[in-house]
């Protein structure tokens, strides 16, 4: 946000150098015009036409008034020079610099890459200023021999083989990192995470497309079990039967359960008798009352 306030305000005073030379140059028109309307005055006043009417003036020379008065007027707003613009394109380029550089950088190195033209020397101190607080720049005060220095920050602070050893190690999660991320300040990441996992010192997994790595975790070389090569030798020759109906045979000979057969649930407790639903075809009596009144229906059959 800091950056962007000192960008508006170079371009506020932009405005209003802009505005001083337009109202400057007005000044000078129109006292170039009022000297030339008091020149001809004189001249009708030396002169004088005494059989000529009093003009007055025509709607047309009044159009044409106003049209060079609005002319006029608009040169006195202020001009968008688009400095802010210039100055933000070229902090983008300043940090593609630093970041293909990997190391610190001195501003004036910075400012000769930029070939900033002679015109916009002014935004020199803008530019230093957006680069100290941006977020993907690291600033140094006395960087270079007591001298203020820019390096490009990474998402990750790794740049080399112990600097990632110690980042894996510090995590407090296994949740891995993402090659993509390291390669940010790390031109030469993938040749040595494919060193390191020829030590056995990371785990890697790959991308499909290109077997490149993709992400990386920390692993323990002391932690590998070791497995002679007679066994690994007598393992590959087993041979599989080629048939899934052989290899269900032989698994059954060895008294081994195959993954295809049904295993049936064993039932938990015994089986529950169905109870016998009792029909209830008389229901209760109603109406007790008027036994002698109403008629008695309950021997008809429904």
Do not use: C
């Not at 002014?122 to 690291?138: M, N, T």
């Not at 070389?221 to 393992?235: G, K, M, N, R, V």
């Not at 089986?271 to 639903?277: L, S, V």
């Amino acid at each position: 946000m800091s950056s962007l306030s000192a960008s508006f305000n170079a371009f506020k005073q932009d405005n209003s150098s802009a505005a001083s030379r337009n109202a400057q140059y007005l000044k000078r028109v129109n006292g170039t015009a009022n000297s030339s309307a008091n020149t001809h005055a004189a001249a009708s006043t030396s002169s004088p036409r005494p059989s000529a009417p009093s003009a007055t003036p025509s709607s047309t020379d009044l159009k044409r008034k106003r049209n060079e008065l609005a002319d006029n007027a608009s040169y006195s707003q202020p001009q968008d020079t688009g400095s802010g613009k210039e100055v933000m394109t070229q902090v983008v380029y300043a940090i593609d610099y630093l970041k293909s550089k990997d190391r610190p950088i001195g501003f004036n190195d910075i400012w000769n890459y930029l070939s900033i033209p002679a015109n916009q020397q002014q935004h020199r101190a803008v530019l230093k200023r957006a680069l100290v607080e941006h977020p993907k720049v690291e600033y140094d005060p006395k960087g270079l021999d007591g001298h203020p220095s820019f390096r490009f920050r990474p998402v990750h602070n790794v740049r080399s083989a112990d600097e990632l050893r110690a980042y894996l190690q510090r995590q407090p999660t296994a949740q891995g990192i993402s090659v993509k991320e390291l390669k940010d300040g790390w031109p030469s990441a993938i040749a040595e995470i494919e060193a390191l996992e020829g030590k056995g010192e990371l785990l890697v997994t790959r991308n499909k497309k290109d077997n490149t790595p993709k992400m990386v975790w920390p692993n323990d070389p002391s932690l590998a079990l070791h497995i002679d090569q007679d066994f690994q030798d007598y393992w590959s020759k087993i041979k599989l039967p080629s048939n899934p109906a052989d290899m269900r045979t032989e698994l059954l000979n060895a008294g081994l359960t195959p993954t295809s057969q049904v295993k049936e649930l064993p039932k938990l407790g015994g089986a529950r008798e169905k109870k016998k639903r009792i029909s209830r075809k008389i229901g209760r009596s109603t109406n007790t009352h008027m036994t002698g009144i109403l008629k008695d229906y309950s021997q008809v059959k429904r």
